[in-house]
């Protein structure tokens, strides 16, 4: 089937470096993801200081999707640019704090800012608050990276003029293993979204 | 123009096994709500709808060994069975399959379970069911929060539409665990009684464990009385905080809005709604200013949480199947815990069965993280 839609822009984040578009954006050679968020959010100069209340896939989707958007957009976002995102771990890193805040009876103190994170769908509502995206949002799980599914799915949201772009991709974190790939798709581009092309992009870095 | 409907359907509950067996229950006002003192799964005495075990590993073993499946496993491989076996579906290359779930088989994260860790990860359990039917294609799994069953309906519809399948099978679940009630617990969000929704004393919402399964498919011949077709539907994030809904509605409001677009229909074509409906102070009251924007102040809503609880990333798909059923017999059934209007906009919620003839309905559903979803289906028969 003839894609008519276009990637305009991607981005990754593995093993302490940030890329967009395939050029180094940002790197550092700390081992742990949280000193390395925190490093990329001021390189970045993000300001939104809710960040740091965010669990660790939060903060990963957050700079990916900040340094993408970044990168395409100089002014105020104005377009409805729908998220449509996967993973393999959903929220476990979190579910596990969380699971070990109640494990012992004698020890019990469940928190809700550690809560309300185990939900992989959160990430996709930090991002809607910080560029105002009232938009379509649909997180999926799958065993490893599934092209397939987010190009029929984002051409769906794009054929059905449901979304003006659809920010796509994988946002993984689970131990201390992340790794996120995203992928703006829409109207135009240089790159036809394709399942051998989003996975050409995938395995660039 | 692809058209396409949601047809044989299953629910297993502790209001039954099977559609028929809840809905007629639901008909005659009984809930599957009961007090529960348990300290293992909470310290407090709390009010839920739970499967007991026994009965469940009873109704699976021809099935399987239960020793070998997780109690979530075991409620969807049994709902899911009913629904391709009453469908008489082959499981060729063009039907997929699609679980939707907030938090899958969580409760193997504790110490003391007869299965491993890695049981957490959402595609094991979407591999488990894949590979008991033989399903030719790989699950998909949607986890979404509470609008997961809604979203995975518009997800099959997505898929077929594209060309990747003729039919989808979609299984929803989720347990009534400790992880969960504690989490609510930590937010205060729990309420110790039946809750109420819409209604002035309300005071939290209670959970509950269900698994639902449905086929949704192109052709149209071969339906139970039951089927409807899927007329549209729309997704949109408040953009407004990641716990709270939006005092205005906003993601609400607009995803109603997408859903009579895509179906074309009118405001005036709804017969019934299907509303989230969870008990708490703020969603109900965001519900009410939302239907009351979209002029549906006079259309017969029910919640459904009255019967079954919150059955988080089952809900969507659950209530939508109660919808069928209420638009087969043409009865909205009252919403379980009202008694007296507590939200700031006159929005019509049915205090007893109502009898009226019913074509349209639109199920919405609100969750964490801002998403709202809306869809619209119509009755097939008649």
């Known amino acids: 089937m003839e894609s008519k839609y276009y990637i305009s822009a991607y981005c990754h984040i593995k093993n302490g470096a940030i890329s967009v578009n395939g050029i180094p954006d940002f790197k550092d050679d700390t081992e742990a993801f949280a000193p390395f968020a925190k490093k990329a959010y001021y390189a970045l100069k993000i300001e939104h200081p809710k960040f740091f209340k965010m669990d660790n896939l939060g903060k990963l989707a957050f700079i990916a999707a900040e340094a993408l958007l970044k990168t395409e957009y100089t002014q105020e976002i104005e377009e409805n640019i729908a998220l449509v995102f996967s993973n393999r771990s959903a929220s476990l890193d979190t579910d596990r704090k ?9 020890a019990f103190y469940p928190s809700p800012a550690v809560f309300v994170y185990t939900l992989p769908n959160i990430c996709l509502g930090e991002i809607s608050i910080r560029h105002s995206l009232r938009s379509e949002n649909s997180f999926f799980i799958f065993d490893r990276f599934n092209a397939e599914h ?56 | 123009m692809h058209r396409i409907f949601l047809s044989y359907n299953n629910i297993i509950s502790n209001l039954g096994f099977d559609s028929k067996t809840v809905v007629d229950n639901i008909a005659n006002g009984i809930s599957g709500l009961e007090s529960i003192e348990n300290p293992a799964l909470l310290p407090e005495a709390f009010c839920a709808s739970m499967i007991s075990s026994e009965k469940l590993n009873e109704s699976f073993e021809p099935l399987g060994n239960p020793m070998d499946f997780t109690k979530l496993e075991q409620m969807m491989i049994l709902s899911l069975q009913h629904t391709i076996k009453a469908s008489k579906t082959k499981l060729d290359d063009k ?9 899958g088989n ?7 379970t007869a299965f491993p860790k890695s049981r957490a990860y959402l595609s094991m359990l979407g591999k488990t069911i894949q590979n008991f039917f033989g399903f030719k294609n790989e699950a998909i799994v949607i986890s979404n929060a509470c609008v997961s069953g809604i979203l995975a309906i518009s997800a099959a519809k997505k898929f077929i539409i594209q060309g990747k399948y003729d039919k989808v099978f979609i299984v929803s679940g989720d347990l009534v665990s400790k992880f969960v009630l ?59 905080h990641i716990s709270g809904p939006s005092r205005t509605g906003e993601g609400l409001y607009r995803s109603v809005i997408g859903a009579i677009k895509d179906a074309d229909v009118q405001v005036g074509d709804i ?112």
């Open chain 2, 95 to 103: 039907v997929g399959l699609i679980i939707s779930t907030t938090k």
């Open chain 2, 106 to 112: 969580i409760n193997v994260l504790e110490n003391d």
């Open chain 1, 98 to 106: 969380h699971q070990a805040s109640i494990g012992n009876m004698e």
């Open chain 2, 182 to 240: 504690s989490g609510f617990h930590s937010f205060q969000a729990l309420s110790s009684s039946p809750c109420r929704p819409y209604d002035k004393s309300r005071n939290g919402i209670n959970l509950g464990e269900v698994a639902s399964s449905v086929l949704v498919t192109v052709s149209d011949i071969n339906f139970p009385t039951e089927a409807v077709e899927i007329l549209g539907d729309a997704t949109c994030n408040d953009a407004n």
């Open chain 2, 271 to 382: 017969d019934y709604i299907s509303a989230h409906g969870t008990a708490t102070s703020f969603n109900d009251e965001m519900e009410a200013i939302a239907f009351d924007r979209l002029a549906l102040t006079h259309v017969p809503i029910n919640s459904l949480k009255g019967y079954f609880g919150h059955t988080l990333g089952a809900s969507g798909l659950l209530e939508t199947i109660i919808g069928m059923h209420q638009v087969d017999r043409n009865v909205v059934f009252a919403s379980k815990g009202f008694n007296e209007l507590g939200v700031s906009r006159k929005i019509y919620i049915v205090d007893q069965n109502l009898g009226k003839e019913l074509k349209i309905f639109l199920k919405t559903a609100s969750g964490f993280g801002g998403c709202n979803t809306a869809a619209i289906f119509k009755k097939v028969n008649g």
């Open chain 1, 150 to 205: 987010l190009m029929l799915y984002s051409n769906s949201l794009l054929q059905e003029k449901k979304a003006e772009k659809v920010l796509c991709g994988w946002v993984d974190f689970d131990a201390e293993d992340y790794e996120a790939f995203l992928y703006l798709v829409g109207m135009e581009g240089n790159i036809e979204n394709s399942i051998q092309e989003i996975n050409r992009l995938y395995n660039i870095l």
